[in-house]
């Protein structure tokens, strides 16, 4: 389980993570609107969150056996193919929480989940 503590140093990275994206990536300028800056971070940061808490949960726990069962390089392709599923399960986890929130309508889950 995550400690509160971790849970307030994902906040961080993930928030300044996301501001920062939404600058170098998103295409914001000073003076792109405050609402339109904050709804791109908002997104961001939902994705973002719900795939670092998943790579925190099950990292910690599929590294150490991944490095005991397989020799290298195969303990970094299964330590690979289990973050690439904590980016696909964090993504969808992320696009339900905004259809509940009714920031995505229902009828585009899918197509919002493929489009990311």
């Not at 170098?24 to 908002?42: E, S």
């Not at 390089?73 to 964090?90: E, S, Y």
């Not at 986890?93 to 919002?112: E, F, N, Q, R, S």
């Amino acid at each position: 389980m995550i400690s509160r503590r971790m849970w307030g140093r994902i906040a961080v990275w993930c928030g300044s993570g996301s501001l920062l994206a939404t600058f170098a990536l998103g295409g914001a300028t000073w003076r792109t609107p405050w609402r339109m800056l904050a709804g791109q971070t908002a997104v961001g940061f939902v994705i973002s969150t719900a795939c670092v808490a998943l790579c925190t949960m099950t990292i910690p726990r599929v590294a150490p056996i991944a490095r005991r069962r397989f020799r290298y390089p195969l303990n970094w392709a299964v330590v690979i193919v289990t973050l690439v599923g904590n980016a696909v399960v964090g993504t969808a986890i992320a696009v339900l929480i905004m259809t509940v929130v009714g920031y995505v309508a229902v009828p585009l889950i899918w197509k919002t989940w493929f489009a990311w």
